[in-house]
């Protein structure tokens, strides 16, 4: 397991300048410009509560998941073991750049993941916590698309 130390010293590096939490309405407009509105069949409000819960709309966030000792990055917290580690990059992004807050690159990797075998229920998260929620709709209340 890495040292909490470690990982504190990697946030502050790879942080992009001027980061910040971001706004709800915000994130499902980003995401919504993104093309990811009913991409692969998930509506935005699937999109957005599922960025809440990896990363309370953070898009500079990185956590550590002690299951398998890899890095989550970004506003999804995409896993550096498979998504954008060198040598297994499936998304051919460097990690880093899942921290910026254009949403780009993270947008453009969550759709290569989405459109695997498990789509969102790669998250176990989304499966969980809005994959069968009645209340999806209140993610997007308010927010002019």
């Known amino acids: 397991?890495?040292?909490?130390?470690?990982?504190s010293l990697l946030g502050c590096l790879v942080v992009p300048g001027g980061a910040r939490i971001m706004g709800r309405c915000e994130v499902a407009r980003k995401l919504h410009q993104g093309g990811l509105d009913y991409f692969e069949g998930y509506s935005l409000a699937n999109?957005?509560?599922?960025a809440y819960?990896?990363?309370?709309?953070?898009?500079?966030?990185?956590?550590?998941?002690?299951?398998?000792?890899s890095l989550g990055y970004g506003?999804?917290?995409?896993?550096?073991?498979?998504?954008?580690?060198?040598?297994?990059?499936?998304c051919h992004v460097a990690c880093s750049a899942l921290l910026n807050p254009d949403l780009k690159e993270t947008i453009?990797?969550?759709?290569k993941i989405v459109q695997?075998?498990?789509?969102?229920?790669?998250?176990?998260?989304?499966?969980?916590?809005?994959r069968y929620s009645d209340t999806l709709a209140r993610w997007l209340d308010g927010c002019k698309l």
């Not at 999109?47 to 599922?50: F, G, P, R, T």
């Not at 819960?53 to 000792?69: H, I």
């Not at 506003?75 to 499936?90: M, T």
């Open 75 to 90: 506003l999804f917290q995409i896993r550096d073991s498979k998504w954008c580690e060198p040598g297994r990059n499936l």
């Open 108 to 111: 453009k990797c969550v759709k």
């Open 53 to 69: 819960l990896e990363s309370k709309f953070n898009p500079s966030a990185v956590y550590e998941n002690e299951q398998d000792d």
């Open 1 to 7: 397991m890495r040292a909490p130390a470690l990982l």
């Open 116 to 130: 695997g075998k498990n789509g969102l229920g790669a998250w176990p998260s989304w499966s969980l916590y809005c």
């Open 47 to 50: 999109w957005v509560c599922l």
